[in-house]
């Protein structure tokens, strides 16, 4: 049904910048809550962040606060999170989320989300 599919990341030094995008296909994006989150190795899956429907709400978790942003656009069908000031502890694949239509709330749970991208892998060098 739903599709994910990610792009953008790279290899980049500490201090830099990246933008990742997240194209969606099938069903309607725009009644989509979605999220990004991200898994390094040997380590559990972490949430990074969340936006409402409508791109006016997001939450971040309090390691990237300050640092990434989350906006979307729908009539592009596409999620996109812009990282800036990464440092290496950033390291990790970065995967975009999509929870059900029919579910509104944002939540930082991965059992939130229904869909799911393959991931794309940011690498922070010091």
């Known amino acids: 049904q739903v599709q994910l599919a990610e792009s953008g990341g790279g290899l980049v030094q500490a201090g830099a910048s990246l933008r990742l995008s997240c194209a969606a296909s099938?069903?309607?994006?725009?009644?989509?809550?979605m999220a990004w989150f991200r898994q390094a190795p040997g380590k559990e899956r972490e949430f990074v962040t969340t936006?409402?429907?409508?791109?006016?709400?997001?939450n971040y978790a309090d390691s990237v606060k300050g640092r990434f942003t989350v906006s979307r656009d729908n009539s592009k069908n596409t999620l996109y999170l812009q990282m800036n000031s990464l440092k290496p502890d950033d390291t990790a694949v970065y995967y975009c989320?999509?929870?059900?239509?029919?579910?509104?709330?944002?939540?930082?749970?991965?059992?939130?989300?229904?869909?799911w991208g393959q991931g794309t892998q940011v690498t922070v060098s010091s």
């Open positions: 936006i409402s429907q409508s791109g006016e709400y997001a």
């Open positions: 099938g069903g309607t994006f725009s009644a989509r809550v």
């Open positions: 989320a999509a929870r059900r239509s029919s579910l509104s709330s944002r939540s930082d749970r991965s059992d939130s989300y229904a869909y």
